[in-house]
């Protein structure tokens, strides 16, 4: 495939998910630790009414997930993460049985067993199947759509400083996909979409450079996203925390649209829905290309 050619549509379950415009994904986590405490909801009903949020404020996509990916986060067992997956997917799906979900997950037994009860979503794998061999395998098989993200290590790990060294992270990220991307592919899996992974095995100065870098990524020909929202490079370079950072958030993650970001995962769905109005709506007038 023409690596500057870009997939404009992915399939999930017979429908199309269209990227010929940038696309919002909300975060719903089921997690009592997850950093940001409004994405949360401790039961099905705090589920249904954050996904009627995400979808009311202009979200196309509702990414529910159970391991806090944070930096340092405590394990938790496979039968844990699905214990706390499965009442709320149940509840989006049977509120809002149109509506696409993206579930947040590394492991291929969570897939296998929520696709077994729930049928079709995007998986969205933190570690691009590096922390479990059978994930690749599961997705290509069972014909799901990929998110394929970039880390150095494990959420307990990857903040060391032997996890966060790269000759230039730009080039160092590209060709991790170039890598994960080929066997991805050779597996079958038909339908993939690349994420940097801000914030994960990477330094401040590293989230940077990567935003600065982002349209590198277009290269591959997957849609690109990128989860930004409220990230601790906002927080330290303003010198406050997460509950403070919504202008920074949006700031970037304007820069990342105008860098070809086709989707933008986020905890401030109407907020990133007006930045993708914003920035659309400009390109309708751009005259020049320097």
């Given at each position: 495939m023409d690596i500057f050619y870009k997939k404009q549509t992915i399939n999930c379950d017979g429908r199309l998910i269209d990227f010929s415009r940038p696309l919002v994904m909300g975060i719903l986590n089921v997690t009592p630790d997850s950093f940001y405490a409004p994405s949360r909801a401790s039961?099905?009903?705090?589920?249904?009414?954050?996904?009627?949020?995400?979808?009311?404020?202009?979200?196309?996509?509702?990414?529910?997930?159970?391991?806090s990916s944070r930096p340092g986060a405590d394990d938790i067992s496979a039968d844990e993460e699905y214990r706390r997956l499965r009442p709320a997917v149940s509840a989006v799906r049977r509120?809002?049985?149109?509506?696409?979900?993206?579930?947040?997950?590394?492991?291929?037994?969570?897939?296998?067993?929520?696709?077994?009860?729930?049928?079709?979503?995007?998986?969205?794998?933190?570690?691009?199947?590096?922390?479990?061999?059978?994930?690749?395998?599961?997705?290509?098989?069972?014909?799901?759509?990929?998110?394929?993200?970039?880390?150095?290590?494990?959420?307990?790990?990857?903040?060391?400083?032997?996890?966060?060294?790269?000759?230039?992270?730009?080039?160092?990220?590209?060709?991790?996909?170039?890598?994960?991307?080929?066997?991805?592919?050779?597996?079958?899996?038909?339908?993939?979409?690349?994420?940097?992974?801000?914030?994960?095995?990477?330094?401040?100065?590293?989230?940077?450079?990567?935003?600065?870098?982002?349209?590198?990524?277009?290269?591959?020909?997957?849609?690109?996203?990128?989860?930004?929202?409220?990230?601790s490079m906002f927080s330290r370079l303003l010198g406050t925390d997460a509950e403070h950072t919504a202008a920074a958030t949006l700031a970037a993650q304007t820069i990342a649209l105008q860098k070809g970001a086709d989707i933008l995962r986020v905890h401030d769905v109407k907020q990133a829905r007006d930045a993708v109005l914003v920035v659309e709506e400009t390109g309708k007038y751009e005259k020049w290309d320097l």
């Open positions: 039961n099905e009903s705090e589920a249904v009414v954050r996904a009627e949020t995400i979808l009311k404020e202009g979200g196309s996509i509702i990414d529910i997930g159970a391991y509120h809002f049985p149109e509506a696409f979900l993206s579930i947040d997950t590394f492991r291929a037994e969570i897939v296998r067993r929520l696709f077994d009860e729930f049928g079709a979503f995007m998986v969205n794998d933190i570690s691009a199947g590096m922390f479990d061999a059978g994930m690749i395998p599961a997705v290509a098989e069972l014909g799901l759509p990929y998110i394929a993200m970039h880390t150095s290590a494990t959420p307990a790990e990857m903040q060391k400083p032997e996890n966060c060294e790269y000759e230039d992270v730009v080039t160092d990220v590209a060709a991790f996909f170039t890598n994960r991307r080929h066997e991805c592919m050779q597996a079958g899996i038909k339908d993939i979409v690349i994420d940097p992974g801000f914030g994960f095995g990477k330094t401040f100065d590293d989230n940077y450079r990567l935003l600065a870098g982002l349209d590198v990524m277009k290269l591959f020909g997957c849609p690109v996203l990128v989860g930004l929202s409220r990230k």
